[in-house]
């Protein structure tokens, strides 16, 4: 999966199709996407899906920004069918916004569960009614298991297939019932882990950022940097100097 990002495009393109899935977000203009049997009007602030292989062209009336996700048919179909038609994503509705979080996080969060987190839940938002990928109940039990297995585990690279495995489920039920279980959905639960690794290892270690990035299962430095910043409100050097200086002024054992 990847990111294009396009800005002030003014110029058509001729007839053309993707191997990959589409999903993108027009910020500015519009982009018309035509095919043999109709068209898409994409306005600015709306997003639109196009199906891999789909033979199209695009007509440029104004210059246009958007940015689009390129999904290989493969890993959407690891979650659920294949989309077979092209739509437009509207403004406010569920499927936008969840396309809109997909292209923010592959910005700022590469690592898989996240990436296979996001775009279940767009593929949960593109259906509706009988349609969802898995409505049925999941017992307790088996959410412990997964929390369990994540607790064991947190420092690893982690994969959605893996927890749908764990749990005997479909990996589009697992992220909106562990939530609802533990308050958290299975990443967020994750990097809390990590974290609370990081923290400690700052606190109680001199080992540098880089190597305790590594060690507790971010993507680099600067991935545990901005998460840690969100969390505690600080960098994680800043953590390190206050939990030193806090030490200098315990008391002394008696």
């Not at 996001?118 to 017992?139: F, K, N």
Request: hydrophobic residues 45%.
């Amino acid at each position: 999966m990847r990111l294009i990002r396009a800005r002030a495009i003014n110029a058509d393109f001729r007839h053309h199709s993707h191997r990959s899935i589409l999903v993108g977000v027009v910020l500015s203009g519009q982009r018309r996407l035509l095919f043999a049997d109709g068209q898409l009007h994409v306005l600015p602030g709306n997003g639109f899906l196009l199906p891999a292989d789909l033979p199209h062209r695009c007509a440029i009336d104004e210059a246009h920004s958007y940015r689009v996700v390129s999904i290989l048919p493969s890993l959407w179909q690891a979650f659920a069918a294949a989309p077979q038609q092209a739509q437009i994503l509207r403004a406010g509705s569920p499927a936008l916004l969840a396309a809109r979080r997909l292209v923010a996080g592959l910005r700022s969060d590469h690592q898989a569960l996240a990436i296979e987190s996001r775009l279940v839940a767009l593929q949960q938002a593109l259906l509706s009614g009988d349609e969802r990928i898995d409505d049925a109940p999941l017992a307790p039990e088996r959410l412990l298991k997964i929390r369990d297995w994540l607790d064991a585990h947190c420092t690893e690279a982690v994969r959605l297939t893996t927890l749908a495995q764990i749990a005997e489920c479909s990996p589009g039920l697992i992220n909106r019932l562990f939530r609802q279980h533990f308050g958290l959905p299975p990443y967020e639960y994750l990097v809390q882990l990590r974290l609370g690794l990081a923290a400690r290892r700052l606190r109680e270690s001199e080992q540098s950022l880089a190597d305790i990035a590594y060690e507790t299962g971010f993507a680099d430095q600067s991935h545990l940097q901005r998460f840690f910043r969100r969390a505690y409100g600080t960098t994680p050097q800043a953590y390190r100097q206050a939990s030193a200086r806090s030490a200098d002024f315990s008391p002394a054992p008696e």
